[in-house]
């Protein structure tokens, strides 16, 4: 079913590096109209979004649905006991029903099935607000952040420190699109999913390793990344995790390591004091904050990119 002029964004891998510097480029026009307090640009005026959470969440709720009322739009919230999507109704229906009243919708939902589902269904765009496998509209917002504060992503060294999910897998296929040194320094057995890391090798486009040792890893970071170590779905795994994730905090010493020019970014939520510590997400190389802002500027521009706008 052919979606004439809209476009899903399940994937940054789906677009080719064209296309994702455009949406960048887009974001931080949009970005910049906002914050001058221009209040006439209003692309998406009659238009209605549903916002579907199977989890949890504050940055993406409140990004998307702000973004959205910003740009004309108005947004509709629809949290884990509203659709039950797959249980009160199986997804396909949601899809189809949905889009009889919406012009777009974002998911937030376990299966990365479901998000391929909907859209496989939706006769309007569909938008990946993370899954169990990857979380797309964060990772351009860390990139649109990179290029504010480093001037560039191309050839930049990022080092992810933690488990190896869905924050990597979007890293990966970030680094299949651009060229940049991605490296995930992980526990034994908590690597990103071998078929996605292969994949992102074969694509040639970016230096990438994958490695059990942080403090070799993070040495001439640009940016030194982090994400929780249990992730919605695994909390019941935390305490087990916090043993086996020993020497993989990022701490003082850790960004130390890492050189003068290292950055510290985080999706947040962040658990101080378990993968982070207080004091390196208070630091005043820490950027975690902008990095929250940009998760709104970035989705605005996702969203005129879906909808043709
Ligand atoms: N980073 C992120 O997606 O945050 P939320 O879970 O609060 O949406
Ligand atoms: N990996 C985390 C990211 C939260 C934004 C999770 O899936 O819970």
Redo the contacts with the bound molecule.
Sequence with gaps: KAKAGLKDFLHISDFDKHTIMKILDRAKEVKELIKSGERTYLPCKGKTMAMIFAK??????VSFETGFYLLGGHALYLGPNDIQMGKREETRDVARVLSRYNDIIMARVFAHQDILDLAKYATVPVING?TDYN?PC?IMADALTMIEHIGRLEGTKVVYVGDGNNIVHSWLMLASVIPFHFVCACPRGFEPDARTTKRAIRAGVSKIEITNDPKEAVKGADVVYTDVWASMGQKEEAEYRRKVFQGFQVDEELMELAGPKAYLMH???AERGVEVTDGVIEAPNSIVFPQAEN?MHAQNAIMLHALGL
């Design positions: 949890p969440s504050m940055r993406t709720r993370l979380h964060q999706c947040l939520p998760r």
